[in-house]
């Protein structure tokens, strides 16, 4: 938490900031609540952007990546493909370099699965944390990725 307090205390932060992805836990929600209180300040919005598991494992099972062609100029290309939102040309071939595209570990069904079985268990909770806060928004995270960016910015006021 002292990171973030540090950070949120730069001056690019002073017309304000965005937390994505802290806090995970609820003792990193108090943490960072008795920091910000110490600084006369509060959370002004939690958003939690509401997906179904299954749609979850779907986006994240579809995803590939190229690890690049073993070419000296694209050992690392880099690239990232989704099967259904953003195929390649050639199915299994990366658009850029030509070298094939893997899944990757961390993109696996059982993977994913099991870091949802954690979000459950461990963050979830900061949903009914921030719902007592009088701060949580939520947004419907399967519509259209422009209508979800849309819906935050609004909430956001930006």
């Known amino acids: 938490c002292d990171l973030v307090v540090d950070r949120i205390n730069q001056e690019d932060c002073k017309n304000g900031y965005v937390l994505d992805g802290f806090p995970r836990t609820i003792p990193q929600a108090e943490a960072l609540k008795a920091a910000l209180d110490k600084m006369g300040e509060t959370i002004d919005y939690a958003i939690d952007v509401e997906v179904p598991d299954e749609n979850i494992v779907n986006r994240m099972g579809g995803r ?3 690890p690049g062609c073993g070419r000296r100029a694209c050992v690392d290309c880099g690239a990232t493909y989704h099967i ?3 195929p390649t040309k050639e199915d299994g071939v990366c658009d850029k370099c030509g ?3 893997i ?3 961390d993109d696996k069904p059982e993977t ?3 870091r949802l ?5 461990q963050t979830k909770p900061l949903i009914d944390f921030y719902k007592k806060e009088g701060v ?3 947004v419907d995270g399967t519509q259209d990725l422009n209508d979800v960016f849309q819906a935050i910015t609004e909430i ?3």
């Open 136 to 138: 949580l928004r939520e």
């Open 64 to 66: 590939r990546a190229c």
């Open 156 to 158: 956001l006021g930006a």
């Open 99 to 101: 070298g094939s595209l």
């Open 112 to 114: 994913v699965t099991k």
């Open 84 to 86: 259904v939102y953003a």
């Open 103 to 105: 899944l990757r570990d």
């Open 117 to 121: 079985s954690v979000y459950h268990e």
